[in-house]
């Protein structure tokens, strides 16, 4: 079935480093990908998306590239903040029954 | 809006008590999800409806748990029995599905369920 693979954490940076989180996704046909954002104590909310290939979904100096050839949605940031310190999650459309599948979430500690 | 509402925010119960989460999706979406959110299981998708209709349940843990939509802004997570594995952080999102494609999903802050 569709499934999200996405980089084991925590990753721990400085700040004003470049982030890369890793993303990579099983699935027929052509999905849309999201990567959500959850800061301590919230729900999770929506930072960016894409809905076909070679998209790029970008938010708040992140950024993703939708790769159909590598099925990848790997997330960056030139250059993060401490306030950026989260759990961020990668998901696919789940299809026809209308779900998101999300990976397992990978936890960032920036510090100053 | 207002964005998706749940309610309690917070609750603290005793073992065997019957827990009732409520959760008011954002007005216009078709969509609702449940989920279960704990340190060692990471987010869970409990059961999700579409258009009021229970769409896959396959995620609710067992009979003690049981969810209803009654209407198009109202869904229930009951637990009866709760068991201090119940414990967790519950999340209610809605989303608007288009054409059978899953789209945004809006969580709500979710409610934390403490099971004593």
């Known amino acids: 079935g569709d499934s999200v693979t996405q980089m084991e954490g925590p990753v721990t940076l400085s700040e004003e480093a470049f982030l890369t989180i890793n993303c990579t996704y099983t699935a027929t046909g052509y999905p849309s990908l999201f990567w959500y954002v959850q800061y301590p104590g919230e729900g999770l909310q929506l930072l960016l998306k894409a809905t076909k290939a070679d998209d790029k979904g970008s938010n708040k100096g992140f950024e993703a590239t939708y790769r159909k050839e590598t099925t990848s949605f790997h997330l960056e940031k030139g250059s993060v903040q401490v306030s950026d310190s989260a759990v961020y999650f990668c998901a696919l459309d789940g299809g026809s029954q209308g779900n998101l599948i999300f990976g397992k979430g990978t936890k960032l500690s920036v510090k100053p | 809006d207002a964005g998706v509402i749940q309610s309690p925010r917070h609750e603290v119960t005793e073992m065997g008590q019957e827990v009732t989460l409520r959760c008011k999706p954002i007005?216009?979406?078709?969509?609702l999800f449940w989920y279960r959110q704990t340190m060692m299981r990471g987010l869970e998708l409990l059961i999700y409806f579409n258009n009021n209709v229970p769409i896959d349940d396959s995620g609710m843990p067992e009979d003690r748990f049981s969810a209803k939509m009654p209407n198009a802004s109202f869904s229930t997570l009951k637990i009866q029995p709760s068991e201090p594995r119940d414990s967790a952080v519950y999340f209610c999102?809605?989303?608007?599905?288009?054409?059978?494609?899953?789209?945004?999903?809006?969580f709500g802050p979710g409610t934390r369920l403490t099971v004593l």
């Open positions: 999102a809605s989303s608007q599905n288009l054409l059978g494609r899953a789209d945004t999903q809006y």
């Open positions: 007005s216009g979406h078709n969509s």
